[in-house]
């Protein structure tokens, strides 16, 4: 059983930082592309950035990029967003996902993802 972990969530000052962790069971992450993504209120859940399983090659979407920063720890199972210079936008729910095809390329959409934890508050104050 998939089991996919996030923590480190919680209210941070805008210009601030805060590490998100995603801990895996059921799954070596070493084999998968694994990805976060974020529902604000009232808004769908976004793509954030992903990091692949082969070459640990990275993608952010545009609003994030030169501030976040993914990574995976593959002795830990365990994915890594730092978030840096944190603006009230980037308040939402943060979740940690898996794509379990094992596809070449990083994935972005949604529907590429097929295993995802239960997310974790970040909010950022102005």
């Known amino acids: 059983q998939v089991q996919l972990v996030e923590s480190g969530g919680g209210l941070v000052q805008a210009g601030g930082s805060l590490g998100l962790s995603c801990a895996a069971s059921g799954l070596t992450i070493s084999r998968y592309t694994m990805g976060w993504f974020r529902q604000a209120p009232g808004k769908e859940r976004e793509f954030v950035t992903a990091?692949?399983?082969?070459?640990?090659?990275?993608i952010y979407t545009d609003s994030v990029k030169g501030r976040f920063t993914i990574s995976r720890d593959n002795i830990k199972n365990t994915v890594y967003l730092q978030m840096d210079s944190l603006k009230p936008e980037d308040t939402a729910v943060y979740y940690c996902?898996?794509?379990?095809?094992?596809?070449?390329?990083?994935?972005?959409?949604?529907?590429?993802?097929?295993?995802w934890g239960q997310g974790t508050q970040v909010t950022v104050s102005s």
């Open positions: 990091i692949n399983w082969s070459d640990r090659s990275t």
């Open positions: 996902a898996a794509d379990l095809s094992r596809r070449s390329r990083l994935a972005t959409r949604l529907d590429e993802y097929g295993a």
